[in-house]
């Protein structure tokens, strides 16, 4: 038995305070850079969620299949895995992919309209999110061996992606990205899933929800098929010393470990991944930079502190100042 980290201020602790410019750099609306990102997108991770209960499925087709606006996004309904989850009400979160980018496109907000036909979001949040876990994952690299995924401890053992579904104390739901070789993501032990924590946009959504409602659902992928593991339990946090240390990586432990229990495992073929086409798809020329779409949305932030003000400036004077530094964040603090 692993000892549960249950307080914001030891979590804290251990893995640092999300700075506050990371909390507020989210904005309200689709901005063009997200619409634009969203209308070249072929594939979503969607979660759906009210008061204690979430779940997640994933939306895929050809690229322009979600349609937006300022506010919203409209869904098609024979594009979602299990579009019968999503109800009026239900708080939602997605993330948004885009073949060959590292970085990926988090919208978050409410389920505003569901007819025969396709399901509408009420956007409340959106942001671009860093790229270390696509990185990590090699995702959009294929693979070679594909035997045994029908069990998940094999598929456990392949997989090098996943996301995860979180629901706020409050009701706002969450999905977070997580991403390593294969045999380093994810390890089953004694019935439960664990995975570890690594460096990525300090925001610790997941981890924020995890602690005041624990019910979370997760998709686990295998770059180059389009098998998935849906599982979902119980979650909590540790920074049990053993534990940690079987995720170590080029040296580097994680602080923290996330673990599954009470777990239940599905493993089927998504048709949201099949017509996606993520692995088959020719390189794609994009008309803009996801640093340049992080930039805009940065001038677009609320926040008027010190930094956010240094910030914005930074992203207006040297739009390539960004895209420098995140690629610096990546090479020094993957692990």
Known sequence: MYRAITDISVLESLIGKAPRMMMEKAIDHLDSGAQQWIAYSPIIFLSFGFGTDNTITIAGGKAGFVKTGDHSMSIPKSMIDNHGLAKVGMATGSLILLPGIRETMRVNGVISRVDDSSIVVEVKECFTHCGKSIIRAEFW???????????????????RYLAIATISGDGNADVSPKGDKAGDL????????????????????????????????AIMVVPGTSQIMHFSGIASITDDDELRASFE???????????????????????ALERAQL???????YPFKPSEIMAKQTKLM??????????????????????KGMEHDYKKNLY
């Not at 990586?249 to 048709?271: A, D, R, W, Y």
């Not at 992203?315 to 100042?321: C, H, R, T, V």
């Open 141 to 159: 690299s294929g693979v070679a061996e594909t035997s045994g995924l029908h069990v998940p401890e094999k598929f456990a053992e392949a997989g």
């Open 186 to 217: 994810a390890h089953i032990k004694e019935g439960a899933l664990c995975f570890a924590d690594r460096p990525g946009n300090k925001r610790f959504d997941s981890f924020r929800n995890i602690l005041t409602q624990p019910k979370v659902s």
């Open 249 to 271: 990586v080029q040296n580097k432990i994680p602080l923290v470990v996330t673990i599954i229990e009470n777990v239940t495992t599905n493993v089927f073929t998504s048709g």
């Open 279 to 285: 692995w088959t798809t020719k390189p794609i020329e």
């Open 302 to 323: 609320k926040s008027k502190g010190l930094a956010e003000r240094l910030v914005k400036a930074a992203a207006s004077s040297s739009p390539g100042l960004l895209e």
